[in-house]
C-alpha cells in the first residue's frame, strides 16, 4: 500500500499539451477514480503513473518516493487493461504466472500467489484454459488476477470494464470494491462512465481536456459541483441547465428569471459577491430537484413530449416556453397524462456565464 | 436458390472451362506421361520405366541431396535473417522505415537474369568484389564456380538475398499485429525485452513463421534460375544442380517428357510431404 502524489504533471505530445499542471494527493489504500469524457487525459495520467509514457514536466511519487525516472517494473504498481492484455498463446495459470517466473521468483512462493489469486477471484477451475476460450468477464478476472499476484502497492485500472456488456459491467463492479475491501490497496481507477465513478470511488477526479476540474467524494461532487462541467458530468440524467438573467438583488440573494418565463423568478442567496443585475446567469436543476407546481421556490411550465416509464420512476421530456430541453423524473404514480404541466423548482444552482458557480 | 446457384455457375462456366483445360487437364496429363516410355515413337504405356528409373537414377538423387542440403541449410538462416530484420525494421527508433521496407523488398522485384549477372561479377575470382574484400583482410581469394561447396554457398547467398527482406517484410506484418498493450503487460511484469522476444513475439508470430517455412520450402524444392544462371546450369559438374534443374535437363534438353513428369511429381510429394510434416510438428496445442 503506497500514498500516490501527483505534482504538477505535464504530458506533451510534441508541441501538443495534453495535461496541463495536474496536482493530486492519493491516500494509502484510497480508491480513486479519474473521470472525464474521451481525450480528457484521465488514461495519459494513468499511463505516466505506470511508467508507460514519460512526464514532460512536474513530479510523480509513489509511497513518497519520486519515480520520473523509476522503470515501470519498479513502481510497485500494476495494471488492468481495458483489452485485458492477456498472453493469448498462455493458459489462465501461465498468464497469471509469466511474470513471476521470467524473474526468477522462487516456484513455491509463485504457486502461492497464483492460488491465492485464482481463490480470491473464482478462477481456480479455469487454470488450464487458454483466453480464447473464456467469456469477457472470466478474461477481466484473469486480468485482474495477474496484476494480485504481483502483490503491488498500488493497482491502475484502464477502463476495465467498458468491453463488457451492461449485466456483466454492474456484477464486476461490485467484484472490483468487494476486492478493494479485502486487499485494501490503493487503486486508481479510469472511466469515462460517471455510474461507476459514483459506485467505486472513495473520491473522483473529474477531468476535462487536460486540466483537474474537481476532485471530491462523489456524492459532495454531486451536491456541491465547482462548475457546470462537473454538475453536468456527474450525476445521471444529466443535470438541466437554463439560461437566465439577473434581474435585482434582495436581502436573501440575488433574483433571477428564467429566459422567456417572466414568471419564473428564484431568489438564490449567495455569499459571494453578486453578479450585477441584467448580466446573463444559467441555472442548473437536476431531474429529481423537481416537484409539484407551488412546492418550490418558482413554478415552471413545461410541454412533454415524451415520457419514459421505468417503474419506480418514470422521466419527463419536456421543453421550456424558451424551447429549452428539460429531464424532469418523478414518482410513477404521480405522471399526469396531459401534454403540459406546471413544475417546481425546489432546489437550483447558479452558474456565471463561463460556467462557474456561484455560491 | 438452386435456381440462382445454376445461373452463378453458368456465368463462373468460362473460366471453369479454362481452369479445366489449362490448369486441371495438364496436371493430369503429366501424370499420366511420367508412366509412359517417351524416348520412343509413338509413346507407350509401361509404368516401370521413369519410376523405375527414378530409384536408381544417380543424377536424381545427386539433385535431391543438393536440393535438400540448401532448403535445410538455406531455409533456417534465411527464416532466421528475416526475423532480425522484422524486429529492426518495427523498432520504434528506426527513421524512414518506408525507405527501408521498400529496400528489403526490392530484391524480389528486380528481373531474374539482371540480379544473378550481378551476382556472377561479384563473385567472380578475379575482378569480384567479393574475393577483393576477402583478399583485404587477409583472407585467399575464393573460386566460386569451380568448386562444389563455394558454388552450393554462393547458390545459397543469392537465394537468401533475393527472399529475405520478402520474408522480413510478412514477418513484420504478423509483429505489427500483436497488441502493443501485451507488452506493456509484460513490461510491467518486469520481463525483459529479450525475454519479451523469446517468450511473447516468437509464439505469437508461430503461425506467420510456418506460412513463410512452408512457402520458402516450395519455393526452394522448385528451385531453378539460381543454379541455371549463377552456376551455369547447376555446374561444376553438376554439383548444384538441383531438382528444378534436372527436371528442365530432361524434359527441354534430352525431351524426355515421362522421366521429367516423374520428376515434377517427385518434387511435389516432397514438398507436400516435408510441409506436413512441418506442420504436424508446430501445431497448436488442443
Same mark, same amino acid.
Given at each position: 500500500?503506497?500514498?500516490?502524489?501527483?505534482?504538477?504533471?505535464?504530458?506533451?505530445?510534441?508541441?501538443?499539451?495534453?495535461?496541463?499542471?495536474?496536482?493530486?494527493?492519493?491516500?494509502?489504500?484510497?480508491?480513486?477514480?479519474?473521470?472525464?469524457?474521451?481525450?480528457?487525459?484521465? *488514461?495519459?495520467?494513468?499511463?505516466?503513473?505506470?511508467?508507460?509514457?514519460?512526464?514532460?514536466?512536474?513530479?510523480?511519487?509513489?509511497? &513518497?518516493?519520486?519515480?520520473?525516472?523509476? $522503470?515501470?517494473?519498479?513502481?510497485?504498481?500494476?495494471?488492468?487493461?481495458?483489452?485485458?492484455?492477456?498472453?493469448?498463446?498462455? *493458459?489462465?495459470?501461465?498468464?497469471?504466472?509469466?511474470?513471476?517466473?521470467?524473474?526468477?521468483?522462487?516456484?513455491?512462493?509463485?504457486?502461492?500467489?497464483?492460488?491465492?489469486?485464482? $481463490?480470491?477471484?473464482? +478462477?481456480?477451475?479455469?487454470?488450464?484454459?487458454?483466453?480464447?476460450?473464456?467469456?469477457?468477464?472470466?478474461?477481466?478476472?484473469?486480468?485482474?488476477?495477474?496484476?494480485?499476484?504481483?502483490?503491488?502497492?498500488?493497482?491502475?485500472?484502464?477502463?476495465?470494464?467498458?468491453?463488457?456488456?451492461?449485466?456483466?459491467?454492474?456484477?464486476?463492479?461490485?467484484?472490483?470494491?468487494?476486492?478493494?475491501?479485502?486487499?485494501?490497496?490503493?487503486? @486508481?481507477?479510469?472511466?469515462?462512465?460517471?455510474?461507476?465513478?459514483?459506485?467505486?470511488?472513495?473520491?473522483?477526479?473529474?477531468?476535462?481536456?487536460?486540466?483537474?476540474?474537481?476532485?471530491?467524494?462523489?456524492?459532495?461532487?454531486?451536491?456541491?459541483?465547482?462548475?457546470?462541467?462537473?454538475?453536468?458530468?456527474?450525476?445521471?440524467?444529466?443535470?438541466?441547465?437554463?439560461?437566465?438573467?439577473?434581474?435585482?438583488?434582495? %436581502?436573501?440573494?440575488?433574483?433571477?428569471?428564467?429566459? &422567456?418565463?417572466?414568471?419564473?423568478?428564484?431568489?438564490?442567496?449567495? #455569499?459571494?459577491?453578486?453578479?450585477?443585475?441584467?448580466?446573463?446567469?444559467?441555472?442548473?436543476?437536476?431531474?429529481?430537484?423537481?416537484?409539484?407546481?407551488?412546492?418550490?421556490?418558482?413554478?415552471?411550465?413545461?410541454?412533454?413530449?415524451?415520457?419514459?416509464?421505468?417503474?419506480?420512476?418514470?422521466?419527463?421530456?419536456?421543453?421550456? #416556453?424558451?424551447?429549452?430541453?428539460?429531464?424532469?423524473?418523478?414518482?410513477?404514480?404521480?405522471?399526469?397524462?396531459?401534454?403540459?404541466?406546471?413544475?417546481?423548482?425546489?432546489? *437550483?444552482?447558479?452558474?456565471?456565464?463561463?460556467?462557474?458557480? /456561484?455560491? | 436458390?438452386?435456381?440462382?446457384?445454376?445461373?452463378?455457375?453458368?456465368?463462373?462456366?468460362?473460366?471453369?472451362?479454362?481452369?479445366?483445360?489449362?490448369?486441371?487437364?495438364?496436371?493430369?496429363?503429366?501424370?499420366?506421361?511420367?508412366?509412359? %516410355?517417351?524416348?520412343?515413337?509413338?509413346?507407350?504405356?509401361?509404368?516401370?520405366?521413369?519410376?523405375?528409373?527414378?530409384?536408381?537414377?544417380?543424377?536424381?538423387?545427386?539433385?535431391?541431396?543438393?536440393?535438400?542440403?540448401?532448403?535445410?541449410?538455406?531455409?533456417?538462416?534465411?527464416?532466421?535473417?528475416?526475423?532480425?530484420?522484422?524486429?529492426?525494421?518495427?523498432?520504434?527508433?528506426?527513421?524512414?522505415?518506408?525507405?527501408?521496407?521498400?529496400?528489403?523488398?526490392?530484391?524480389?522485384?528486380?528481373?531474374?537474369?539482371? =540480379?544473378?549477372?550481378?551476382?556472377?561479377?561479384?563473385?567472380?575470382?578475379?575482378?569480384?568484389?567479393?574475393?577483393?574484400?576477402?583478399?583485404?583482410?587477409?583472407?585467399?581469394?575464393?573460386?566460386?564456380? *569451380?568448386?562444389?561447396?563455394?558454388?552450393?554457398?554462393? +547458390?545459397?547467398?543469392?537465394?537468401?538475398?533475393?527472399?529475405?527482406?520478402?520474408?522480413? @517484410? +510478412?514477418?513484420?506484418?504478423?509483429?505489427?499485429?500483436?497488441?502493443?498493450?501485451? =507488452? $506493456? %503487460?509484460?513490461?510491467?511484469?518486469?520481463?525483459?525485452? /529479450?525475454?519479451?522476444?523469446?517468450?511473447?513475439?516468437?509464439?505469437?508470430?508461430?503461425?506467420?513463421?510456418?506460412?513463410?517455412?512452408?512457402?520458402?520450402?516450395?519455393?526452394?524444392?522448385?528451385?531453378?534460375?539460381?543454379?541455371?544462371?549463377?552456376?551455369?546450369?547447376?555446374?561444376?559438374?553438376?554439383?548444384?544442380?538441383?531438382?528444378?534443374?534436372?527436371?528442365?535437363?530432361?524434359?527441354?534438353?534430352?525431351?524426355?517428357?515421362?522421366?521429367?513428369?516423374?520428376? #515434377?511429381?517427385?518434387? %511435389? #510429394?516432397?514438398?507436400?510431404? +516435408?510441409?506436413?510434416?512441418?506442420?504436424?510438428?508446430?501445431?497448436?496445442?488442443?
Amino acid at each position: 500500500m503506497a500514498t500516490v502524489t501527483l505534482k504538477n504533471v505535464v504530458k506533451r505530445f510534441g508541441s501538443f499539451e495534453v495535461v496541463h499542471g495536474a496536482n493530486i494527493d492519493i491516500r494509502d489504500g484510497e480508491f480513486i477514480v479519474f473521470v472525464g469524457p474521451s481525450g480528457c487525459g484521465k *488514461s495519459t495520467l494513468l499511463r505516466m503513473i505506470a511508467g508507460l509514457e514519460d512526464i514532460s514536466g512536474g513530479e510523480i511519487a509513489i509511497g &513518497g518516493k519520486v519515480v520520473n525516472d523509476v $522503470e515501470p517494473a519498479d513502481r510497485g504498481i500494476a495494471m488492468v487493461f481495458q483489452s485485458y492484455a492477456l498472453y493469448p498463446h498462455m *493458459s489462465v495459470e501461465q498468464n497469471l504466472s509469466f511474470g513471476l517466473r521470467m524473474t526468477g521468483n522462487p516456484k513455491a512462493d509463485t504457486e502461492r500467489r497464483v492460488k491465492r489469486a485464482a $481463490e480470491i477471484l473464482r +478462477i481456480s477451475e479455469l487454470m488450464d484454459r487458454r483466453p480464447k476460450k473464456l467469456s469477457g468477464g472470466q478474461r477481466q478476472r484473469v486480468a485482474i488476477g495477474r496484476a494480485i499476484v504481483r502483490e503491488p502497492q498500488v493497482f491502475l485500472f484502464d477502463e476495465p470494464l467498458s468491453n463488457l456488456d451492461a449485466e456483466l459491467r454492474v456484477q464486476m463492479r461490485v467484484e472490483i470494491s468487494r476486492l478493494h475491501k479485502e486487499l485494501g490497496t490503493t487503486m @486508481i481507477y479510469v472511466t469515462h462512465d460517471q455510474t461507476e465513478a459514483m459506485t467505486l470511488a472513495d473520491r473522483i477526479v473529474v477531468l476535462r481536456g487536460g486540466h483537474v476540474e474537481q476532485i471530491g467524494k462523489p456524492l459532495d461532487l454531486y451536491d456541491n459541483p465547482d462548475n457546470q462541467f462537473v454538475a453536468g458530468f456527474v450525476g445521471s440524467p444529466k443535470m438541466n441547465f437554463i439560461k437566465a438573467r439577473v434581474v435585482g438583488h434582495e %436581502a436573501r440573494g440575488v433574483v433571477v428569471e428564467l429566459a &422567456g418565463e417572466e414568471k419564473t423568478r428564484i431568489v438564490q442567496p449567495l #455569499a459571494d459577491a453578486a453578479p450585477e443585475t441584467g448580466s446573463k446567469v444559467i441555472v442548473g436543476v437536476r431531474p429529481e430537484h423537481f416537484g409539484l407546481a407551488g412546492e418550490g421556490d418558482a413554478d415552471l411550465p413545461v410541454a412533454i413530449d415524451v415520457v419514459e416509464h421505468l417503474g419506480g420512476t418514470s422521466f419527463l421530456y419536456a421543453r421550456t #416556453a424558451n424551447g429549452e430541453d428539460v429531464v424532469i423524473q418523478r414518482d410513477a404514480t404521480r405522471v399526469p397524462d396531459t401534454p403540459g404541466i406546471t413544475v417546481s423548482i425546489r432546489k *437550483s444552482y447558479l452558474f456565471d456565464e463561463k460556467g462557474l458557480r /456561484l455560491r | 436458390m438452386r435456381y440462382r446457384n445454376a445461373t452463378a455457375y453458368r456465368f463462373l462456366t468460362p473460366y471453369l472451362l479454362i481452369f479445366a483445360i489449362f490448369w486441371v487437364w495438364p496436371i493430369i496429363s503429366s501424370f499420366m506421361i511420367s508412366f509412359q %516410355a517417351t524416348r520412343t515413337v509413338p509413346w507407350r504405356f509401361a509404368p516401370g520405366f521413369n519410376w523405375g528409373r527414378l530409384i536408381g537414377d544417380p543424377a536424381f538423387f545427386n539433385a535431391l541431396k543438393n536440393t535438400l542440403l540448401i532448403l535445410v541449410i538455406q531455409v533456417p538462416v534465411m527464416i532466421a535473417l528475416a526475423m532480425v530484420m522484422a524486429v529492426l525494421l518495427n523498432s520504434p527508433l528506426l527513421k524512414a522505415r518506408g525507405l527501408y521496407r521498400f529496400a528489403f523488398f526490392a530484391p524480389v522485384v528486380v528481373g531474374e537474369v539482371a =540480379y544473378s549477372a550481378v551476382f556472377r561479377l561479384m563473385f567472380s575470382l578475379d575482378f569480384g568484389i567479393v574475393n577483393k574484400l576477402l583478399n583485404s583482410i587477409g583472407l585467399p581469394k575464393i573460386d566460386w564456380f *569451380s568448386n562444389v561447396t563455394p558454388a552450393m554457398a554462393l +547458390i545459397m547467398i543469392a537465394v537468401t538475398w533475393r527472399w529475405a527482406g520478402y520474408n522480413a @517484410i +510478412i514477418l513484420l506484418a504478423g509483429m505489427q499485429s500483436i497488441p502493443e498493450d501485451v =507488452y $506493456e %503487460a509484460a513490461t510491467l511484469d518486469r520481463v525483459s525485452k /529479450l525475454k519479451q522476444f523469446f517468450y511473447i513475439t516468437l509464439p505469437l508470430l508461430k503461425p506467420v513463421i510456418v506460412f513463410c517455412a512452408v512457402l520458402s520450402i516450395i519455393g526452394t524444392m522448385q528451385l531453378f534460375t539460381e543454379p541455371f544462371l549463377i552456376t551455369e546450369r547447376g555446374g561444376p559438374g553438376g554439383g548444384t544442380e538441383t531438382l528444378g534443374l534436372l527436371l528442365y535437363r530432361q524434359g527441354f534438353r534430352s525431351l524426355n517428357f515421362g522421366y521429367a513428369s516423374a520428376v #515434377a511429381y517427385t518434387m %511435389a #510429394a516432397l514438398a507436400i510431404a +516435408i510441409t506436413l510434416v512441418q506442420l504436424w510438428l508446430t501445431r497448436e496445442p488442443k
